[in-house]
Nanobody, 123 residues
């Protein structure tokens, strides 16, 4: 079983910064990539940024230049550095991981999600 645990959420004033972390644990054979998303109440979950285990990144246009995703493969952790935060960035942020789990002939590739962390940006 694979588990993702996010941390680093909280409250910040507009223009401020936060750094989110997401650590993967469990029976992990390898991680192909990880990402960050956010979802407002009643709306669909939107992709913010992704990163492969090799460090290739991709960003949504809305966060380019303000958010930076990075990965620590040894510790199976992905980070999201968020700068110049705006009140409209207030919502729940989720990480996900494209994971190969298990061992030997019992390997299985699947997508796992964290429980979400709340970010509140005040004006």
């Amino acid at each position: 079983q694979v588990k993702l645990v996010e941390s680093g959420g909280g409250w910040v004033q507009a223009g401020g910064s936060l750094r989110l972390s997401c650590a993967a644990s469990g029976s992990i054979f390898s991680i192909n990539g990880m990402g960050w998303h956010r979802q407002a109440p009643g709306q669909q979950r939107n992709l913010l940024a992704t990163i492969t285990s090799g460090g290739v990144t991709n960003y949504a246009d809305s966060v380019k230049g303000r958010f930076t995703i990075s990965i620590d493969n040894a510790n199976k952790t992905v980070y999201l550095q968020m700068n110049s935060l705006k009140p409209e960035n207030t919502t729940v942020y989720y990480c996900n991981a494209d994971v190969v789990s298990g061992r030997g002939t019992g390997l299985l590739r699947d997508d796992y999600w964290g429980q979400g962390t709340q970010i509140t940006v005040s004006s």
